[in-house]
């Protein structure tokens, strides 16, 4: 599959960098996370920027992690995320149970992208993974939707994400759909994140996948991610915001000829522990720059059902 080089398509960019350091226009209002001082350069001069930005901000609309209402979310500093814009959220959801459960409330630390950055990195997973102009709203709209279903363009960095189990157990493998409204796998649950991956915390910490209100203290430890990280078990395989997994990004990295574990990590592969720190390095690079090598790697893992076909 031919590919295109981040030179060749920046080169194909408005000339002019958007600076994100003290604006306050319209464009940037929403959640957005480059950090400060960043200069990021969106494809505007792309014949499918204007629409698929449009198509990410109906996304970025609907995230129900961002709450409701203007102080739902405050900014937080977190170890690891030093400089960017991460926010601590407070909100609910019912999930698909809005017809016989409550809803269940949660905090959340976010690093959510805008519905620019979204559509930039979108546009260069797509073009540098081949994809002619021809081919191009097949593969935005087949991206889009993948990530859509997965995880609503929504980056968590530590807390829980509310979903009922027929959305987050593999004990529902056809979904929601054709569950009574009623049955209890519509009920919401807390499924907890770090780094943009599902986890598990061992026995020893007060923390379940149930459909429990933890109370804030618990939230306020979880935060805690210097010590609440060492209780950490098991780290599961979708990485948000694209949801690749661990193959996907194997796969991309020998395709492009790098080392599986990018420059500066510690870790020796993505087993456990590493898969969130690609996640997290990975998510952090993308918000100061046109691209998320994750969202590569995911068009890349489905070629040929997205541009080939």
């Given at each position: 599959?031919?590919?295109?080089?981040?030179?060749?398509?920046?080169?194909?960019?408005?000339?002019?960098?958007?600076?994100?350091?003290?604006?306050?226009?319209?464009?940037?209002?929403?959640?957005?996370?480059?950090?400060?001082?960043?200069?990021?350069?969106?494809?505007?001069?792309?014949?499918?920027?204007?629409?698929?930005?449009?198509?990410?901000?109906r996304?970025?609309?609907?995230?129900?992690?961002?709450?409701?209402?203007?102080s739902?979310?405050?900014?937080?500093?977190?170890?690891?995320?030093?400089?960017?814009?991460?926010?601590?959220?407070?909100?609910?959801?019912?999930?698909?149970?809005a017809?016989?459960?409550?809803?269940?409330?949660?905090?959340?630390?976010?690093?959510?992208?805008?519905?620019?950055?979204?559509?930039?990195?979108?546009?260069?997973?797509?073009?540098?993974?081949?994809?002619?102009?021809?081919?191009?709203?097949?593969?935005?709209?087949?991206l889009?939707?993948?990530?859509?279903?997965?995880?609503?363009?929504?980056?968590?960095?530590?807390?829980?994400?509310?979903?009922?189990?027929?959305?987050?157990?593999?004990?529902?493998?056809?979904?929601?759909?054709?569950?009574?409204?009623?049955?209890?796998?519509?009920?919401?649950?807390?499924?907890?994140?770090?780094?943009?991956?599902?986890?598990?915390?061992?026995?020893?910490?007060?923390?379940?996948?149930?459909?429990?209100?933890?109370?804030?203290e618990?939230f306020d430890?979880?935060?805690?991610?210097?010590?609440?990280?060492?209780?950490v078990?098991?780290?599961?395989?979708?990485?948000?915001?694209s949801?690749?997994?661990?193959?996907?990004?194997?796969d991309?990295r020998?395709?492009?000829?790098?080392?599986?574990?990018?420059?500066?990590?510690?870790?020796?592969?993505?087993?456990?522990s590493?898969?969130?720190?690609?996640?997290?390095?990975?998510?952090?690079?993308?918000?100061?720059?046109?691209?998320?090598?994750?969202?590569?790697a995911?068009?890349?893992?489905?070629?040929?059902?997205?541009?080939?076909?």
């Amino acid at each position: 599959m031919p590919q295109m080089s981040s030179r060749l398509l920046s080169s194909c960019m408005f000339a002019a960098a958007i600076s994100l350091a003290g604006t306050s226009t319209s464009a940037l209002a929403e959640i957005q996370c480059a950090p400060q001082g960043a200069s990021v350069q969106y494809p505007t001069t792309d014949k499918f920027y204007l629409d698929e930005t449009a198509s990410w901000t109906r996304v970025t609309k609907a995230r129900y992690l961002e709450g409701a209402g203007a102080s739902a979310c405050t900014d937080v500093t977190v170890s690891g995320y030093e400089g960017y814009p991460t926010k601590k959220c407070s909100y609910q959801s019912v999930d698909a149970g809005a017809d016989a459960y409550p809803t269940l409330p949660a905090q959340v630390i976010l690093l959510n992208p805008s519905a620019q950055q979204l559509s930039s990195w979108s546009i260069h997973a797509c073009r540098t993974n081949g994809a002619t102009d021809a081919q191009m709203a097949k593969c935005l709209q087949k991206l889009r939707d993948y990530v859509v279903v997965q995880n609503g363009a929504q980056f968590p960095v530590a807390g829980s994400v509310v979903e009922s189990y027929c959305n987050s157990s593999p004990s529902y493998p056809n979904g929601c759909r054709k569950l009574s409204p009623s049955d209890k796998g519509r009920q919401p649950r807390n499924t907890w994140f770090r780094n943009g991956v599902s986890i598990d915390y061992k026995a020893d910490y007060p923390v379940r996948w149930d459909a429990k209100a933890y109370p804030s203290e618990t939230f306020d430890a979880i935060f805690d991610v210097v010590k609440s990280d060492a209780h950490v078990n098991n780290t599961f395989k979708n990485a948000r915001v694209s949801g690749a997994i661990r193959q996907n990004w194997i796969d991309w990295r020998k395709h492009i000829a790098k080392p599986m574990m990018p420059e500066g990590m510690t870790e020796k592969d993505i087993k456990t522990s590493g898969w969130q720190s690609v996640s997290r390095e990975v998510h952090k690079a993308a918000c100061k720059s046109d691209s998320n090598e994750l969202f590569d790697a995911l068009v890349f893992a489905n070629r040929k059902a997205w541009i080939d076909d």
